[in-house]
């Protein structure tokens, strides 16, 4: 059974750090793309950052210089170090896996709250 599961998240100050990790299981394979995606209270969900299986990476707009992505392809395995948090960072953060054999996978989300 595929199960896409996050964890890391949690409370913390502005300017503080965080964490997430993000790992695939199962009958998951040949994963491609691996993703985060964030929504907050009242609004769409909106791409944070993605990396393929070859490391090439995108970010959006404002986390750029903040956030950094990266992945393990042997632990099927996506990390999100998240540095100078700001209030409006807090959301609830979802893992994306597109696998090119299984398909397409969300995680259950977890929530980031900054907040002193």
């Known amino acids: 059974q595929a199960q896409v599961v996050e964890s890391g998240g949690g409370l913390v100050q502005p300017g503080g750090s965080l964490r997430l990790s993000c790992a695939a299981s199962?009958?998951?394979?040949?994963?491609?793309?691996m993703a985060w995606y964030r929504q907050a209270p009242g609004k769409g969900r909106d791409l944070v950052a993605r990396?393929?299986?070859?490391?090439?990476?995108d970010y959006g707009e404002s986390v750029k210089g903040r956030f950094t992505i990266s992945r393990d392809n042997a632990k099927n395995t996506v990390y999100l170090q998240m540095n100078s948090l700001q209030p409006e960072d807090t959301a609830v953060y979802y893992c994306y896996v597109d696998s090119v054999l299984s398909g397409r996978y969300w995680g259950q989300g977890t929530q980031v709250t900054v907040s002193s």
């Open positions: 990396i393929t299986n070859i490391g090439h990476t």
């Open positions: 199962g009958s998951i394979s040949r994963i491609n793309i």
